[in-house]
């Protein structure tokens, strides 16, 4: 049993790989018939993954089984639940049907599929070769995991695929823009914020909001947050001091 333990966060980290795996299965299977209701499954396997990916760590911790290959096999995982699997939904999604009446934009969303898939893992690498050198509270660069829920927020909210060259393009915009946000220096609230009464409130506020809004609510919450972000961070750069900003660490 002492060596059976040391499996468990593995066992976990797997778990989130199937969920990740059958995202892809299921949006490839879909890209030439279009079934919201599949694509919509397939983001659900990805919040799915997500809530495992959060769970290994806390197993780990909870069974003191913390290990390096855990660190490193949890960093695969999220590069493909959170990289590889959100791209392929939404180029599956987005380009595939629209490719035979629009083939720029089939080649386009290639493009822009893989720059998010290469922009998740250099934000991992970065974030990897930075733990304990840069403040705990806020993340630098929006977090993959976020990322992969904000791109998937896109099709919960509108299931139905893509057909009209407009509604292409702004999949595309949307891979650039929140690939871009992973791999930049802007700062990210992290969960390590000290916990107070407005976030009670504030947490209050969203499950209302969830009730009445249901699918939509997903990407209200993520234009909020990036907007929210942007903002603080450009409050920063002009003096705001009302909100602490992140602690920086010398080398």
Known sequence: MQRAKFALPSSVTLLSIACGFGSIVISVDNAHVGFPQDYR??????????????????????????????????????????????????????FVLMGPADPMLLRAGGIAAFFFVACGALRLARFNVNVGRTDPKYFVGMPITAGAAC????????????????????VVVLLFVVGSLMVS????????????????????????LLVWLRAYYFVL???????????????????????????????
Not at 42 to 61: E, M, W, Y
């Open 185 to 208: 220096t802007v700062r990210f609230p992290s969960s390590k914020q000290k916990k107070s009464t407005g976030l009670l409130v504030l947490l209050a506020v969203n499950i209302g």
């Open 151 to 170: 791109v998937a927020a896109f099709v919960v909210a509108w299931p139905e695929p893509v057909d009209t060259s407009l509604h292409g393009w702004a």
């Open 221 to 251: 919450f993520f234009v909020v947050y990036i907007a929210g972000t942007l903002a603080l961070n450009l409050a920063w750069k002009r003096g705001f001091r009302k909100i602490p900003p992140p602690v920086v660490y010398e080398d």
């Open 41 to 94: 499954l397939a983001a659900a396997l990805l919040v799915l993954a997500g809530i495992f990916d959060a769970l290994d760590g806390f197993v780990a911790r909870a069974t003191g089984t913390s290990s390096e290959f855990g660190v490193q096999l949890d960093s695969i995982a999220d590069v493909m639940n959170f990289g590889c699997a959100p791209a392929m939904l939404l180029y599956c999604y987005g």
